[in-house]
């Protein structure tokens, strides 16, 4: 490792450890109205806030309808208890047969490989996961390579959280080298918001390592609005576009951050620029805390027809909804709502 990626490994694991966890502080630095505090506070004790500087630094002051903003603020409604949202809706505890593995859907097993994020997103669908139990550690990986070489119907692995680019290098090269031992898995896909939340993780030895591994390497970044996308985030994104990644986007539906044409069509546009080809516009799933941020089906529906006859064909992502016991995540189709 030369000296060049060393600083660079260190400045991204700073920027994690300096992230900021304090309501106060955040309040402060975007100059937002201290009536918020209290809620922020109690909101905080149910999930922390954590948002890297940097990330903040791409938030407009002053303004709590920042789209940014509302994807990671801690508010009040998170307080509520709404009916019909729950801690698990995905009923995930009974595809969970060994700690850290989740094998729902033919074919492809999904690892919670870390149980951390470089941000705590306040709409998350693994807000109250039993990361503490569902952490595999390397005695985990131990079961789980094993359920997985077993298992010949098996051909992707999915590193998932968490955020499994929190990982370090080494973490991740002593994980494919154990994989490699498997001739079955053909593909190692990773669901990371790091690219477009700490881009600076995405550095040369990160990009050699991918490229080095035995199966195909797919990454799904996870980007809900066009003005996450800065010039850090381009540079990272370019980077590995460059070294033939498959590069997918996954986005939710949030009301308040991205529930209008415009921005959607803006975003599918702005991923495409950068080397990113849209694949699931997710519809949120029914969690506790997060009812503030849900959508009418109709909605998203029309949302995301909007979308259809707006852009190119291959710039619309599938609209998707999770449904516990489903042998894949349900589609919603034009042709479904199209009433023409
Ligand atoms: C979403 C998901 C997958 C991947 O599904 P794709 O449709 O292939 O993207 C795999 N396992 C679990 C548990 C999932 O939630
Ligand atoms: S990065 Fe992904 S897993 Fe982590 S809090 Fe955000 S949505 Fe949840």
């Known amino acids: ?3 060049h990626n060393l600083n660079n490994s260190t400045l991204w694991q700073k920027a994690l450890v300096n992230a900021i966890t304090d309501p106060e502080e955040l309040l402060t630095l975007l100059e937002l109205d201290a ?10 004790q149910l999930f922390p806030l954590k948002i890297p500087r940097e990330f903040v630094s791409r938030i407009e002051k002053n303004n709590l309808n920042d789209p940014l903003l509302r994807q990671i603020m801690p ?11 729950k801690e698990d809706p995905l009923e995930e505890a009974k595809v ?10 033919v074919g492809r097993v999904l690892l919670t490989f870390i ?5 705590n997103c306040r709409y998350c669908f693994r807000r109250h996961f039993p990361y503490t139990e569902n952490n595999p550690g390397r005695t985990g990986w131990e079961r789980a390579l094993n359920y997985i070489s077993e298992d010949k119907s098996i051909h992707e692995v999915i590193l998932s959280g968490g955020d499994p680019l929190v990982a370090n290098d080494r973490t991740l090269q002593t994980f494919s080298d154990k994989l490699n031992l498997i001739p079955h898995i053909k593909r190692l896909r990773i669901h990371s918001r790091i690219p477009v939340i700490l881009p600076e993780r995405i550095t040369p030895d990160f990009i050699a390592w991918l490229t080095q591994l035995k199966q195909k390497p797919v990454l799904v970044i996870h980007c809900n609005h066009p003005q996450e ?3 850090l985030v381009k540079e ?9 990644i ?13 529930d209008n044409a415009d921005t959607l069509v803006a975003l599918s546009e702005a991923l495409f620029e950068i080397g990113v080809q849209p694949y699931y516009l997710h519809a949120l799933d029914k969690v506790q805390g997060t009812a503030h941020f849900d959508l009418e089906r109709e909605i998203a529906q029309s949302l995301h027809w909007e979308m259809s006859q707006r852009l190119s064909g291959y710039l619309v992502p599938k609209l998707v909804y999770e449904q516990p016991g489903a042998p894949s995540k349900l589609s919603i189709e034009a042709r479904d709502f199209y009433t023409g």
Not at 35 to 44: E, G, I, N, V
Not at 96 to 105: A, R, V
Not at 115 to 119: L, S
């Open 1 to 3: 490792m030369t000296d």
């Open 35 to 44: 009536s918020l505090l209290s809620a922020a506070q109690s909101a905080a």
């Open 75 to 85: 508010l009040g409604e998170e307080l509520l208890q709404v009916q019909g949202y």
């Open 96 to 105: 969970n047969p060994i700690p850290g593995l989740l094998h729902k859907y």
């Open 115 to 119: 149980g951390t994020c470089a941000i």
């Open 229 to 231: 996308i800065n010039a």
């Open 236 to 244: 990272a994104i370019f980077a590995l576009s460059q070294a033939g």
């Open 246 to 258: 498959t590069l997918l986007n996954q986005s939710v539906l949030l009301k308040g951050v991205n």
